[in-house]
């Protein structure tokens, strides 16, 4: 994937179509400058014994309800030639997503990926899900 959204990526920030309050999965934009920020200002806080708040947010069904045709269209929004949407968008059809547990990954030692099935978990395997909507996450089996 990186040979496909390498360039595209590389053609977002050439163009600042990405926001700059985005720092995921961006070159010379790591994590560590906003938890560096995070940590100054509660030492600041701590230092003049003041109160400091702060919120999170996870939007709830974010990312694994879009319709894939929606997604497909936002990458074209972004300029990404239709057939490497659609390219993009086809690549994890028919795979089988399983959520990499504890017990997924106990399994995945010991049997490989004989060990992901749709059947319910057992002692045995480790139960995945064929994807419908969304954005793909996790490890997904062809």
Known sequence: M???VGPITARWELEFS???????FRR????EAPIAQVIDALEEAEESATEIHGSSEDIRRAFDSVPKSILTMSWEGLEV???VA???????????AV?????????FHLAG???FTI???SNTNSRGFHGVTGTSQGVHLG
């Open 2 to 4: 990186g040979i496909i």
């Open 18 to 24: 990405l926001s700059n309050k985005r720092y995921g």
């Open 28 to 31: 010379s934009r790591s994590k």
């Open 81 to 83: 030639p239709r057939y």
């Open 86 to 96: 659609d390219y993009i968008f086809n690549l994890n059809r028919g795979c089988l």
């Open 99 to 107: 959520p990499i547990t504890h017990h997924a990954k106990q399994l």
């Open 113 to 115: 990926l004989s060990a």
């Open 119 to 121: 059947d319910l978990s």
